[in-house]
């Protein structure tokens, strides 16, 4: 775990949400960030919080002549403006893994887990991969930046929550999308039922198990123990049925973990 004092450079809005840029100064921590990873903004204790804020990692760019930048999305009501200096814990946690070749690609999330997927589809365009994107939320105007989305990925689907299973399914068996990796973020209960979709196909999915909008305020460096989550995962290698689970805390051991740590019985 890196800390830097960034500055803001741009604010630009998207829905309920600024994308925030931040120059740091030092670009060595930034160079092998990935999607997926979070970050934390220490919090004075004098204002009555302990716990940092939390966030993913919106993006990373790392140029030789002008530095480091960092992209954040943050609630617009935040009054985020340029010029700011924010104090940075990160990049941590684990990421995604990008395929070892161009392959067609499906990113899955609900709500604030469409913010490390937003980069994510950056970083799987310019590796040759075709994407397609599935994203949820209670309501339209929740969905976060969608045209840039919509700039990189093949294709840009929206669904209320109680419709993305199905509609799930059906992007998993449509040939025009034609997915050999899953990549999802958002609540637990969402990524078990797309790894056992995407399972049930044999499809390895890569899920990040932290739910940032959930009730719970997590710390984001493993003291706190607010995202413990119960995983499938004994270490030997493919799951076997019946085995006990072990807790996981996933802003130490993920947040990216395989999708089968999620789903308590083998596909069939």
Avoid: N
Avoid at 161 to 170: C, G, I, Q, S, Y
Avoid at 194 to 214: F, N, S
């Amino acid at each position: 775990m890196v800390g830097t004092e960034a500055v803001v450079t741009s604010v630009r809005a998207a829905g309920a949400h600024d994308v925030v840029s931040l120059t740091v100064p030092d670009a060595s921590p930034w160079v092998h960030a990935r999607p997926g990873q979070l970050v934390a903004v220490p919090t004075d204790p004098a204002t009555g919080r302990v716990l940092p804020e939390v966030h993913w990692l919106a993006g990373a760019h790392v140029d030789p002549v002008h530095g480091a930048s960092v992209d954040l999305l943050l609630p617009v009501q935040r009054q985020t403006a340029t010029g700011e200096r924010v104090r940075l814990l990160g990049p941590l946690g684990r990421g995604f893994p990008a395929p070892s070749a161009p392959v067609p690609v499906l990113l899955v999330g609900h709500g604030g887990g469409a913010v490390p997927l937003r980069w994510l589809v950056e970083v799987l365009r310019d590796r040759g991969c075709p994407v397609h994107v599935l994203l949820s939320a209670s309501d339209p105007d929740l969905h976060l930046d969608l045209v840039h989305l919509r700039r990189h990925a093949r294709a840009v689907l929206l669904a209320l929550p109680e419709d993305l299973p199905a509609t799930l399914r059906r992007v998993l068996d449509d040939p025009a999308a034609d997915p050999a990796v899953v990549y999802a973020a958002g609540p637990v209960p969402l990524l078990r039922g797309v790894a056992e979709e995407a399972l049930r196909r044999g499809l390895p999915v890569r899920a990040a198990a932290l739910d940032l909008d959930g009730p719970a305020v997590v710390c984001g460096t493993g003291l706190c123990g607010a995202c413990d989550l119960l995983v499938h995962d004994d270490g030997r290698g493919p799951r076997q049925a019946g085995r006990a689970g072990r807790v996981l805390r996933p802003c130490l051991e993920g947040p990216v973990v395989p999708g089968e740590w999620l789903v308590e019985e083998p596909a069939r």
